[in-house]
């Protein structure tokens, strides 16, 4: 659980809306559940955006901005956090993935986020800095993003996983010949596990 004392220190950009966020709403002495009918939103969801738990979106950032008078203010810090290492919306599709009892994967192209070792993943943040999609710091906070994933995985019972990849997901060099090496030898050890399920469909599957 995220407290007010992580987000104080929590420079990411959403760590400085929430501090915003909250900062506008201590100036005006409202109490989350007033912000809250204010803005049209829960106790709940104010509280999960100032503490970090929950990122803004657009909706959430431009009602803050009515509320509080801040022009779009709001709504232009919110876009530092919607640009920054994952998707709107998949915030809130990765706690849920830490909990599934069952989790089913189907790929092309690249070998899927929960099954790449650190090198296959570094190789991909780093073509994607090359080719300006994302900055440097979003690489970074990808990466460490795709290991708490991975990480959570580990837990006692582990989660069902039936990946299908296909076959270009395994021909496509990523890396260099060595860190393919390694990528294989993680999916091989993946497939052995007696909570997966690991296919591979070959092209001539049409």
Known sequence: MVNRKNVESDDSP?????????????ERGWTQEELAAHMG???????????????????FAASADRVFGTGDRLERQG???WASAILEGFDEFVPLEAQATEIRLFELGII???LQVPNYAAAITAGAVRRGAITEQQAEERLSLLAKRQASLERT??????????????????GGPQVMAE???????FAESPSTVFQVAPYDLG
Do not use: K, N, W, Y
């Open 157 to 174: 019972p582990p989660p069902m996983v039936f990946v299908v990849l296909d076959e270009s997901c395994v021909r496509r060099p990523v």
């Open 41 to 59: 939103f829960s106790p709940t969801h104010i509280s999960a955006v100032e503490t970090g738990r929950r990122p803004p979106t657009p909706r």
């Open 79 to 81: 876009r530092a956090v």
């Open 183 to 189: 990528q294989l030898d993680r999916l091989l050890e």
């Open 112 to 114: 899927p986020g929960l």
């Open 14 to 26: 959403g760590g400085r809306f929430a501090r915003r966020l909250r900062g506008l709403r201590d």
